[in-house]
């Protein structure tokens, strides 16, 4: 990323900001002689980028935990609690969730209001979602550091815009330009994907997929999510399982996400609710296993394309899949068995999330933070343009 230019001043600051950052991260409650062992910086750097960070309230100051031999009692250093946190924002189809996290991930609000977003006062809705979750915050008397915004679409990653949303009725929607502010938008599955990956079931490689009123999936390689060339991969919810079957709202036939999503679950097994769904199946409910079991089946065709494809080692079953795991696993992995030649010799693991419903949202608030962690001099230079001042402390 830094290419093959001589290192400027600023490359250098931001590149010993993230460092030292990073290093804070990973350990909490360090000193400035340690931090300077985990990153290679001499101890005058080490201590003139916490001073920044500090003025920035990126990081504060405690008391060791215990004292270690004879000589000055160090201080160590840490995230900040009241530090810049990431606030979240799901539109979903049927409801709006927000979610504030500070720098270390942990949730500090978060709040879920149900409405059927296929209208256009949509935007008015968001807005109103939007400054209310700011208050909250604000009432923590926690700094704003950007908004995450999760979405049921494919958003082109490069501008941000919202290509399609089908079952929010949207195409070319400019959430920026609709609301007046910058996010940063992407699609839930994505969002949740990388979700799990920081909160969830620490694996490096897997795909995450939700089955909701759409599939969603995200393939993360190398705990990197993989977005394809301009941020529309690893959509699976559009992937042919039965070419000639019943048409999908994308204007195909068969398609997972209309094969295997939860309202043709829901019509097979007679149930109204996903609630309702869950009871039947816990007293045993012929049908109501067999339409789960059914979908499993076109699940397993539709990610053993993947695995094939990607040779990606775990499947994470996330929102209402996560729920109805008991009942998915074993037709799932016998039609991943019999369809991934891999599995005779590597079988493919499938893990039920923790995250529950919220992992987009979490995700969407998650990514800021990230970005802050990430390049802290960006933030400091676009949120605290006057810590020069905060220097000399
Ligand atoms: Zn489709």
Known sequence: MIGTRPAGQHTVRQHNAALVLGAIADGPGTSRAGLSAATGLTKATVSSVVDRLLGADLVA???????????????????????????????????????????????RAEEVRYADNRTPRVFQRVSAFLRKARKQAEALGVPVAGVGVAVPGVVESSSGLVRLAPNLGWRDVDLADRLGETFTVANEANFAALAEL????????????????????????DRALFEGVRGAGGEIGH???????????????????????????????????????????????????????????????????????????????????????????EPLLAELERRVPSTAWSPVRLVRSSLGTRA??????????????????????????????????
């Open 239 to 329: 992937l042919p399982v039965a070419p000639d079957g019943p048409p999908c709202s994308c204007g195909a036939n068969g398609c997972l996400e209309r094969m295997a999503g939860q309202e043709e679950i829901l019509r097979l097994a007679g149930a109204e609710t996903v609630d309702d769904l869950i009871s039947a199946l816990e007293s045993g409910s012929e049908a109501a296993v067999v339409a789960v079991a059914t979908a499993a089946g076109h699940l397993g065709v539709g990610l053993s394309t993947v695995v094939n494809l990607m040779d990606v080692p775990a499947v994470v079953l996330g929102g209402t899949y996560a729920r109805l795991e008991p009942w998915l696993r």
């Open 61 to 107: 100051e405690g008391e060791p935990e215990r004292r270690v031999g004879p000589g000055r009692r160090g201080t160590v250093v840490s995230l900040s609690p009241t530090g810049p946190h990431g606030l979240g924002i799901e539109i979903g189809v049927d409801y709006l969730a927000s979610c504030l996290v500070d720098l270390t991930g942990t949730v």
């Open 360 to 393: 987009a949202v979490r995700g969407a608030a998650g990514a800021v933070i990230r970005a802050v962690l990430a390049d802290p001099e960006h933030y400091l230079t676009t949120h605290w343009p006057s810590d020069q001042d905060a220097r000399g402390r």
């Open 198 to 221: 920081w909160h969830g079931s620490a694996l490096p490689d897997f795909v995450h997929v939700s089955g909701e009123i759409g599939i969603g999936a995200g393939i993360v390689l």
